[in-house]
T-cell receptor, first 116, second 116 residues
Framework: AQKVTQAQTEISVVEKEDVTLDCVYE???????LFWYKQPPSGELVFLIR??????QNEISGRYSWNFQKSTSSFNFTITASQVVDSAVYFC?????????????FGKGTKLSVKP | ETGVTQTPRHLVMGMTNKKSLKCEQH?????MYWYKQSAKKPLELMFV???????ENNSVPSRFSPECPNSSHLFLHLHTLQPEDSALYLC???????????????FGPGTRLTVL
């Protein structure tokens, strides 16, 4: 079975703090994709990153960075020097590649509040 | 218009009404999706139209009826809904290859539905 766990329901930080959002996934498939999406109060899910299961290189994009570790089935997301505009719900998602008919398995999300 | 658009953004309806949600994608994709996002529940895939095939989540009640007249437009027809159907309904699109689901889903802003 496929499953995504985001154990942190809510996180509150003060601006300029670093924050890490955890994501643990379960799948028996060897080929899969992992995603992070951001959902601001407006509701739209904004795509942030996609990683495939064969690429364990960490990625950095501005203040955002992602740490993919297959050994622990984790795909954690770190925001450096957080800003108020980072306040949103963040979703981690898993997609297997064969016969999945487009099914993204989402975690329950982590609500991040960044206070000024 | 760019990306994925959805109309209306907000909808209030009675249990005896019939209404439709509309989604349009301007990305040249060949697959479209309906998701339901209820409070405190993970995002739930309702329907997929991919490569001219329709796939549905068998747990979706028949009071929800999708229609996909072409690869750019997707509708969700609603009739005799229940108050528990109140949720954010998100549309997404992606570019798929036969048998292999690899690509990123891009989401619209959603329709906030309230059933009285």
């Amino acid at each position: 079975a496929q499953k995504v766990t985001q154990a942190q329901t809510e996180i509150s930080v003060v601006e300029k703090e670093d924050v890490t959002l955890d994501c643990v996934y379960e799948t028996r498939d060897t080929t899969y994709y992992l995603f992070w999406y951001k959902q601001p109060p407006s509701g739209e899910l904004v795509f942030l990153i996609r990683r495939n299961s064969f690429d364990e290189q960490n990625e950095i994009s501005g203040r955002y960075s992602w740490n993919f570790q297959k050994s622990t089935s984790s795909f954690n997301f770190t925001i450096t020097a957080s800003q108020v505009v980072d306040s949103a719900v963040y979703f981690c998602a898993l997609r297997i590649t064969l016969g999945s008919q487009g099914n993204l398995i989402f975690g329950k999300g982590t609500k991040l509040s960044v206070k000024p | 218009e760019t990306g994925v658009t959805q109309t209306p953004r907000h909808l209030v309806m009675g249990m005896t009404n019939k209404k439709s949600l509309k989604c349009e994608q301007h990305l040249g994709h060949n697959a479209m999706y309906w998701y339901k996002q209820s409070a405190k529940k993970p995002l739930e895939l309702m329907f997929v139209y991919s490569l001219e095939e329709r796939v549905e989540n068998n747990s979706v009640p028949s009071r929800f009826s999708p229609e996909c007249p072409n690869s750019s437009h997707l509708f969700l027809h609603l009739h005799t809904l229940q108050p528990e159907d109140s949720a954010l309904y998100l549309c997404a699109s992606s570019q798929e290859s036969k048998g292999v689901s690899t690509d990123t889903q891009y989401f619209g802003p959603g329709t906030r539905l309230t059933v009285l």
